[in-house]
């Protein structure tokens, strides 16, 4: 059966459109073309693509593509890790471009839409990816299994905005994202982010822009956890309620990005540096998928159940950090900030 002549099925099979399988192909062709031998002629690059996105799109396994591509177990591999590569290589700086000052303001003007929550620039979590060929106990993580991280801020479009791929499974959250590049840039001041401005109904401070985590995250005044503790005033309740509607965008992208390519359902049975590489690739297509053929049935049918880190117990985050999170709980008991319905999720 030609899988063209049948939409659906075409994108059941590669996880993306026609239309969009046709321009990934064109976009990776001349860095995977290869040249023909009096030994034997080349593997073809779309036939390079179609190995690959299977084994990305299915989780299944290099025996399993050798027998239905009937080609060698090892040549397999070295496809899968050439064209992972490439889409990474090639394709990072557009699909997933460094925010610029304008980007983040776009950004924020999402969330105070979808999620009513001001001045949040992204929500950041991290996914444990498991992997079950480890090489040391830097892999073996709190749950009891060997994994690498992948750290990631989303939008509210469900899109990946930065990712850090590769941190060991033992590491946290919080000691993560504050190696990251990105974070490390905006604490130098090497990064720029809004300036922080006044919020409707907030009239007597200017609130600074800020990320959103869970309570793994140390509290900063460019990143807020909820508040701790379970004897909380309705206040402080209300306040973890809107901000966790903010936060669900970037668990429901991890979720989003499983269901889609789920060679993340299963072990990556591979060295963790080819696992990281895998990642790093899905990571690409989800948002490349996600600019060109937006929301399907088959993505949202199953989301997968996304797995809690560990939780630092470290709140210090100074005044400012401190007056930001209070503020706010102010704001959305007001007229201005209440939600109809909040005060029955809590």
């Known amino acids: 059966m030609d899988l063209r002549e049948h939409e659906d099925k075409f994108f059941i099979y590669f996880r993306m459109s026609i239309k969009s399988f046709d321009e990934l192909h064109e976009r990776l062709k001349p860095s995977l073309q290869k040249k023909n031998t009096a030994m034997r002629d080349c593997i073809e690059p779309i036939q390079m693509l179609c190995v690959t996105l299977r084994y990305l799109a299915s989780g299944c396994t290099f025996t ?3 027998l239905q591509y009937r080609l060698g177990i090892s040549t397999i591999s070295g496809i899968v890790k050439d064209v992972c590569s490439t889409i990474w290589c090639l394709m990072l700086g557009e699909c997933i471009p460094p925010p610029t000052k304008d980007k983040w303001e776009s950004i924020s003007t999402e969330f105070e839409t979808r999620a009513n929550f001001p001045h949040c620039i992204g929500a950041v979590d991290g996914k444990h990816i498991r992997i079950s060929n480890p090489l040391g106990s830097m892999y073996y993580n709190y749950k009891g299994y060997s994994s690498v991280v992948l750290m990631a801020v989303a939008d509210a479009n469900y899109r990946f905005v930065y990712v850090d791929i590769g941190s060991y499974g033992k590491d946290c959250d919080s000691s993560i994202f504050k190696r990251s590049s990105l974070w490390t840039s905006i604490i130098n001041n090497d990064h720029e982010i809004p300036i922080e401005k006044t919020v409707t109904g907030i009239d007597n401070c200017k609130l600074p822009y800020y990320f959103v985590g869970d309570e793994a995250f140390a509290l900063h005044q ?19 309620y809107r901000l966790s509607r903010a936060r669900r965008y970037v668990e429901c992208t991890f979720g989003l990005l499983s269901n889609k390519w789920r060679i993340l359902h299963r072990a990556i049975n591979l060295e963790p540096d080819f696992a990281v590489i895998i990642v790093k690739a899905c990571v690409v297509l989800h948002n490349f998928v996600r600019d060109r053929d937006g929301y399907q049935v088959e993505d949202t049918d199953v989301i997968v159940g996304l797995d809690e880190l560990p939780r630092e117990r470290e709140t210090r985050g100074g005044l400012p950090a401190n007056n930001v999170r209070n503020i706010l709980s102010d704001y959305f008991m007001s007229n201005v900030g209440a939600l109809p319905w909040q005060m029955l999720k809590i």
């Not at 460019?222 to 973890?240: A, E, V, W, Y």
């Open 64 to 66: 399993d593509l050798h």
């Open 222 to 240: 460019h990143l807020l956890r909820p508040f701790g503790g379970s004897q909380l005033t309705i206040k402080k309740r209300i306040f973890n």
